[in-house]
């Protein structure tokens, strides 16, 4: 039952007349990185066509990181690049088109919605919705895009995705997620939630060498600890409690969740655990902030051909799915064939899109 102040038997219906019917489930379209970029930006702009096809989205921010001078320039460029690249976005898209919009309360937001949506309404798959308080966020937006869709004559709806990234955001993450059928996923923003949380972080995204727990003293003969003794720290992950909650709740509603950015974009390594660790927690994909970050979330959200071939041998082992069954010395059973299957379905939906992961995928088979 959607969490909406809508009763259950209107939550499907269009929001204005002649707007098209919602979708009834959000389609699983791969999307392991959402590529950013800076449509004002000419020399990025100008990379946009040549990257249709290598990335499963390009997103055209119109928000952070694109300067107040340049707002309405980014916003036409977009339009641009809507109208004029070959596959990018729309129903028979190889690479999605999404945008950031400005935030809700911001000079920008209005004229953002009602110049793309009649201009490239056709082509956009999803619009992002920054610093996201809660559902009337999602509801203001979501009347005012049927709206827009039913003048612009719209045969889909465009989807909506909330970046949560206010402490509020948080408190109300469950009834973001079930605000309206548009609702696609949520990304994580960890600059802004750190600084609205008053974190003491000056980072975009990953973790932080103070954040840790350290192994307990060694103690002499006679009991005393040595707490100036040398200790093995661990570094915890500041985001791991607002992912958690964001995957529980994407996962009630049917939508999907995403990391969000990593902003030292010359660490690899570290950027390449932050989105594992979301992957391992139930994520789908993250955002890419250069073009270097693609490559990394690609191979992140794809699962690798060692668990593939351990899940579809469970798959076999298990049979008509029930039961209890010995796997190299460990049980499997109807719960551990669930896992499995998550990782079977979701290679056979990456297959689909990238040559190169179903080459290596049915490779497992003929090995
Ligand atoms: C907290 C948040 O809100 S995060 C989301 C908002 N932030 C963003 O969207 C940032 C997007 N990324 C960027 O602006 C840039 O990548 C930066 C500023 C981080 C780094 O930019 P640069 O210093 O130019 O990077 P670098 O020199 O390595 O770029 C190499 C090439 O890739 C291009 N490039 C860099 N980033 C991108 C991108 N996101 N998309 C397409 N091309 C890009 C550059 O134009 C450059 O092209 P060239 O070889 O023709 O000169
Ligand atoms: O918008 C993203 C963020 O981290 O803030
Ligand atoms: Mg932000």
Redesign the pocket.
């Known amino acids: 039952m959607p969490s909406s102040s809508r009763s259950a038997k209107d939550f499907f219906a269009p929001l204005a007349v002649g707007a098209p019917a919602p979708v009834r489930e959000v389609p699983a379209r791969p999307s392991r990185a959402i ?4 449509p004002s ?1 000419e ?2 702009a ?3 066509p040549q ?1 249709v096809g290598t990335v499963d989205v390009l ?1 055209g ?1 119109l ?4 300067k107040a001078d340049n707002k309405l320039a980014a916003r036409e460029g977009l339009v641009r690049i809507g109208r004029d690249t070959d596959g990018l976005g729309g129903p028979g898209g190889t690479t999605q088109l999404w945008t ?1 919009i400005n935030s809700l309360d911001s000079p920008w937001a209005l004229d953002d919605l009602t110049t793309l949506v009649p201009a490239i309404g056709h082509r956009l798959d999803v619009i992002m919705v ?1 610093k996201v308080q809660g559902a009337e966020d999602i509801h203001y937006v979501d009347r005012l895009l049927a709206q827009l869709e039913a003048r612009a004559g719209l045969e889909r709806p465009i989807l909506v995705h909330a970046i949560l990234e206010t402490a509020r955001g948080v408190a109300n993450v469950e009834e973001i997620c079930g605000a309206s059928p548009r609702m696609q996923g949520l990304s994580l ?4 939630l750190a600084a609205d949380r008053r974190m003491k972080t000056t980072r ?2 990953g973790g932080h060498p103070g954040y840790l727990v350290r192994q307990d003293p060694p103690t002499s003969a006679d009991g005393a600890a040595d707490v100036g003794a040398d200790r093995t720290t661990y570094q915890q992950d500041l985001w791991h409690y607002t992912i958690a909650r964001m995957v529980d709740a994407c996962a009630m509603h049917g939508i999907y969740p995403y990391y ?2 990593f ?1 030292d ?1 010359a660490d690899v390594v570290a950027c390449e655990d932050q989105f594992r660790n979301a992957f391992l927690l139930g994520c789908v994909g993250t ?6 970050q693609i490559a990394i979330a690609n191979k992140v959200f794809s699962p690798s051909v060692e668990d593939i071939r351990h899940a579809r041998r469970v798959v076999a082992a298990m049979g008509d799915g029930t039961g209890a069954v010995m796997l190299d010395g460990k049980m499997e059973d109807d719960a551990s064939l669930k896992q499995c299957l998550v990782l079977v379905d979701l290679a056979e939906e990456l297959a689909a899109i990238d040559p190169e992961l179903k080459k290596q995928y049915d490779a497992i088979e003929e090995g």
């Open positions: 590529h950013f970029f800076d930006n020399k990025m100008a990379k946009i990257m997103l921010n928000e952070d990181a694109v950031r920054p923003g960890p600059a802004d975009v995204g969000g950015p902003g974009i955002w890419s902030l250069h073009p270097k």
